[in-house]
Nanobody, 119 residues
Framework: QVQLVESGGGLVQPGGSLRLSCAASGSGFSINAMGWYRQAPGKQRERVAVINKYDDIDYAESVKGRFTISRDNAKNTVYVQMDSLKPEDTAVYYC?????????????WGQGTQVTVST
């Protein structure tokens, strides 16, 4: 079992910055990829940024050039630095971990953290 704990959400003005963190804990697992997804009211959850164990990174077009994903392998933690935030970035942000447990892969989700971009 893998537990994910997210932190760093909050209220920020347009043009501002926030940094989200997500730490994975548990035993008997290895991380194949971690990433951030978001869901705005009335919309489907969408992928924001993902980084895999080879450090391949994928960003949604809407955040390219503004968001930067990174990871700390020693801490099993993934970060996303969000700059030049826009009101349309307002959403609940979820961390996801693709973990290998034995011979199987599983998706684990965090509880979500609210990001609100507003004046």
């Amino acid at each position: 079992q893998v537990q994910l704990v997210e932190s760093g959400g909050g209220l920020v003005q347009p043009g501002g910055s926030l940094r989200l963190s997500c730490a994975a804990s548990g035993s008997g697992f290895s991380i194949n990829a971690m990433g951030w997804y978001r869901q705005a009211p009335g919309k489907q959850r969408e992928r924001v940024a993902v980084i895999n164990k080879y450090d391949d990174i994928d960003y949604a077009e809407s955040v390219k050039g503004r968001f930067t994903i990174s990871r700390d392998n020693a801490k099993n933690t993934v970060y996303v630095q969000m700059d030049s935030l826009k009101p349309e970035d307002t959403a609940v942000y979820y961390c996801k971990c693709l973990a290998r447990v034995g011979i199987y892969e599983y998706d684990y989700w965090g509880q979500g953290t609210q990001v609100t971009v507003s004046t």
